[in-house]
């Protein structure tokens, strides 16, 4: 018998590396200064720890020419993206231009874009193929004259495809577009020329990659300016004004320094214990659908649907077992937009199980979970 349940949810979030904490540990009640406040020593200790990390993370993601600011997470990265561009481009040229993106982006895109709707900007909603991954040929058409902004994400967060940003990115540029890609479930994940290259914003969180919870950070272009969505202070060159939460961003350097030291590791251990996973799930002969390519997908990620199975039933008979999920923490137990954008009937949204491993997830737990997953499934069956 298990004494706890089996966590198999870890890109809803991560616990924090040991390192990572220790790491954080002197800012708490000892470097614990305002960095803003550069006119004592305290300040300017914590000013100093806060470019320690700034310089840390741009080293490690080797950016050029492109500068970071830090957030709250990557909800407020991508509304800051999407919102602050967007804004600034229409008080520079007066004009509500076209924004694309994809039906199956993370809602905190979604959102933010069809606010942008309601302001006045048009939207373009690309459906993906029955895989998930996007058209491109698609994409081309749906540009207009008028389109300033582009918004993919480089791997989704339920069904961990990966998008072709690279390609995306360079269609972007021949037309002078902006291009914004959320890459919060990435660092760590996928080899780092994937992540940091061409794309003009990009967003990152740093629970996705255990560090802290409450801060992320956005990427931009040295040359891109934001309206801001906040006013007072001055912070992060204008863009995001409040005080910095310096533990949290020592914590989230680290975070990346180790992700980054440890991907190839990561790929290699996790993409063979998930491709375990499905091949023990599916010697049994269990009716499944996969969602999304599996040839392009995060290493960590199983997203599956059970055909013919009560999805209420399933969940509820798994839930003390295993630490799984059926979409996007941020969907308040709704069904799946992104299984439904591809093609998923309303039950077998209902009816599917997003798998995700992490560091710490071992052969015996992913062991385990193909025993209980087959006989919830075979119990339901009967």
């Not at 870890?10 to 960095?35: L, R």
């Not at 969505?229 to 863009?239: C, D, R, T």
């Not at 499944?288 to 039933?313: A, E, K, Q, Y």
Request: proline residues 4%.
């Amino acid at each position: 018998m298990l004494s706890s349940p089996i966590l198999l949810d870890y890109q809803s979030s991560t616990p924090c590396h040991q390192e990572v904490v220790d790491a954080m540990k002197p800012y708490w009640n000892q470097i614990f200064g305002n960095p803003s406040s550069k006119s004592n020593l305290a300040g300017i200790s914590s000013s100093a720890a806060l470019e320690v990390s700034r310089e840390k993370i741009i080293q490690k993601l080797n950016l050029k020419n492109q500068k970071i600011i830090f957030t709250s997470g990557a909800t407020e990265a991508n509304n800051l993206a999407l919102l602050g561009y967007a804004r600034d481009f229409h008080m520079r040229t007066g004009s509500f231009g076209n924004i694309i993106t994809l039906k199956t982006e993370h809602h905190a895109v979604l959102e933010p874009i069809r606010q942008l709707a309601k302001e006045g900007f048009t939207i373009t909603e690309i459906s993906p193929q029955e895989n998930g991954l996007i058209n491109q040929e698609i994409l081309l058409k749906a540009i207009k004259k008028d389109t300033f902004l582009v918004s993919i994400m480089l791997a989704n967060n339920e069904i961990g495809v990966i998008q072709p940003v690279n390609d995306i990115a360079q269609i972007c540029k021949s037309r002078k577009i902006i291009f914004h890609t959320d890459a919060a479930q990435c660092i760590g994940y996928l080899p780092l020329n994937l992540i940091s290259r061409n794309a003009n914003m990009i967003t990152l969180s740093s629970h996705k990659i255990y560090g802290p919870k409450g801060v992320g950070l956005l990427i931009i272009d040295e040359d891109i300016n934001l309206e801001p969505l906040l006013f007072g202070g001055g912070q992060e060159f204008g863009f995001r004004p409040g005080t910095i939460p310096l533990p949290l961003i020592v914590g989230f350097a680290k975070a990346i320094e180790i992700a980054i030291n440890n991907t190839e590791k990561n790929i290699s251990k996790l993409s063979l214990l998930r491709n375990n996973l499905l091949k023990g799930i599916l010697k049994t002969g269990n009716k499944v659908l996969i969602n999304g390519s599996m040839n392009h997908r995060l290493p960590h990620n199983l997203n599956i649907t059970f055909l013919d199975l009560s999805g209420s039933r399933l969940h509820k008979e798994l839930k003390s077992k295993i630490i799984c999920s059926s979409g996007s923490a941020c969907s308040n137990g709704m069904p799946s937009h992104v299984l439904m954008a591809l093609g998923r009937s309303l039950k077998e949204s209902e009816s599917s199980l997003r798998l995700s491993l992490g560091i710490q997830t071992s052969h015996d737990d992913i062991n385990n979970a193909i025993v209980i997953i087959n006989n919830v499934v075979h119990a339901l069956r009967k």
